[in-house]
Every structure is written in structure tokens, then in C-alpha cells.
């Protein structure tokens, strides 16, 4: 496949393209354009290679629309070039002071996709029965977020399910803590909590909660056989757990704390309990 034209002039931030890409820096925009950026190589070349081999799917991220590449951001993916021409895909370059109106970090890396947002509802991405998956419930930390959906990819997980009041999964910080996962696994974010719970229990997922003051601990649920059934871990945020929510899961457990820390912070507990799962599993 043969890559489109590429600028030869570096694109300046009042450009048209990269104009309307900044508008995707926020959720609105996002949401209205149906689109989002990735930054930095890593989730660059994660992004080409989904588009190269045509990863699809309900809930999955993919079609990128073009690349920007400042000098120094193209020094850092040696083979950006070739990977665009094989995904078909625009590299445009463009000045240092472009991509950073592009990025919300603060030391740009000069390396930005702009890609498709998924269209899916939480029935469709559950519609092939996964073992596993990670429900977050009104988390409010991108970081926390992105990080959740990386620890959900490496153990295997089928899918994240953002319910409630949770962050955007496709807020620029969030893309970033998944180091790219937000290309591997479907991801799909829903307001209304109980319609998230029926359709988990009507493709056959017990709802598991992980709650810090729950009575029964990780360990003796799993001894017990509690984990052996596909499982929906539903997350609460840092600050109020499960909340309002915590009796409408089918359990709650905790996992155990044998020094002398107060807490696990979310993404810590998650994948604890995440790969509890997936050891059962296996």
C-alpha cells in the first residue's frame, strides 16, 4: 500500500488541520468530531499497527486519520515513515510550536495521531461472552483510568466498561497511562450504571465489586470458588468506592492488607483482583 502524499512544508498551529485537531484536546470536541489523539510514539505505533492489520470490532479504537511529526518526534519513531506508508496513512509535518497546542503534557513529544472514537453500545462489546471484565464506576482520574485499561489488556481481560460519571477513556492523559492499550482490547463508556450491570449479567458475568471495607477478602473468595465464573470486577473511584452501588453487585471483597498501608490505589487493586481472575482462569 502506498502512503498518501506527504506535506512538505511543516504544518504551524494556525493551520487548518492542525486547528481542528486541537479541538479534539477536548471532549466536546471529541465527542462532536468523533475522533481523538494519540501522543507519543508508543501509542503511535500502536495505532498503525492497528490500522495495518485491520483490527475491528466493537468497542475497538482504530482508523487513523493522519500523523504528526515534528523533526525531533520522527527522530524518536525511526520507522514512522514506513509505518505510515504501509497503514496508508498521512505524515504531516509539522513545527515544535504545532504539536504543542496539540498535546496536554508538559514536555510535548512531538509525535501526535489523530484516530477514530469506537461507536459501540456495551451489548455489542460484551455480545462475544469474555471471561473477564473491568467495570470502572464513576473513577475521575484519567491516569487511574488509562492504567486500569493497561493492567486489563496484560491480564487478559475482554473488555473496560466506563460507567457512571467516569472520565472520558479517550482523554489525552488517559491515552497516555494505557501506553497504548486503548488498541487491544474493546472499551466502551455508558452513564447509566444499572443498564452496564443487566447487560454484564445478561452475557452471563457475575458482578464482583472490590470495596476496602467489604467483609470477606480476595483470598478466601477465591479459595472458595467465588472466582471460578466469568467475572465483571466492577472499580470503584479512590475517594467513594463503590458508593451508592455497592449492593447492587453480586459480591464485594477486599484485598487484604498485611502491612501497615492505609490503602492499594486503584489501578494497584485492580490488577491484583484482575489477574486473580485471569491465574483462575488458567
Keep these: 500500500m502506498s502512503c498518501p502524499q506527504q506535506e512538505r512544508a511543516p504544518l504551524t498551529e494556525r493551520s487548518s488541520r492542525v486547528s481542528a485537531a486541537r479541538k479534539l484536546t ?25 490500522e495495518s492489520e485491520g483490527r475491528s470490532g466493537p468497542g475497538m479504537s482504530g482508523g487513523v486519520r493522519e ?6 518526534g520522527a527522530r524518536r519513531c525511526p ?25 496536554e503534557t508538559v514536555t510535548p513529544q512531538g509525535l501526535v495521531a489523530v484516530c477514530d472514537l469506537p461507536r459501540s453500545s456495551v451489548e455489542e462489546v460484551l455480545a462475544n461472552r469474555p471471561r473477564t ?25 475482554g473488555a473496560v466498561l466506563f460507567a457512571g460519571d467516569t472520565v472520558d477513556p479517550y482523554n ?26 443487566s447487560a454484564c449479567r445478561a452475557a452471563g458475568l457475575r ?7 467489604a467483609d470477606e477478602d480476595l483470598h478466601t473468595a477465591e479459595r472458595r470458588g467465588e472466582l471460578d465464573t466469568p467475572t465483571a470486577w466492577v472499580f470503584g473511584s479512590e475517594a467513594h468506592g463503590l458508593g451508592e452501588h455497592a449492593g447492587e453487585v453480586d459480591l464485594t471483597v477486599r484485598v487484604p492488607i498485611y502491612g501497615r498501608a492505609e490503602s492499594l490505589n486503584l489501578a494497584t487493586a485492580a490488577a491484583v483482583c484482575l489477574y486473580t481472575s485471569a491465574r483462575r482462569a488458567r
Design 133 to 157: 471484565v473491568a467495570v470502572l464506576l464513576n473513577v475521575a482520574d484519567p491516569g487511574n483510568a488509562g492504567t486500569v485499561v493497561r493492567v486489563a489488556d496484560a491480564a487478559g481481560a
Design 79 to 103: 520507522e514512522l515513515a514506513e509505518r505510515c506508508a504501509a497503514a496508508g496513512v498521512a505524515l504531516r509535518p509539522v513545527t515544535e510550536r504545532a504539536a504543542a497546542t496539540l498535546s
Design 172 to 197: 489525552g492523559k488517559a491515552v497516555r497511562a494505557s501506553t497504548g492499550s486503548v488498541f487491544h482490547l474493546p472499551l466502551v463508556r455508558e452513564r447509566n450504571v444499572e443498564s452496564v450491570f
Design 207 to 213: 458482578l464482583v465489586g472490590a470495596e476496602g471495607g
Design 67 to 72: 500523523v504528526f511529526a515534528t523533526p525531533e
Design 26 to 50: 477536548r471532549r466536546s470536541g471529541r465527542e462532536r468530531a468523533g475522533m481523538f489523539l494519540a501522543e507519543g510514539p508508543m501509542a503511535v505505533v500502536e495505532a498503525l499497527e492497528a
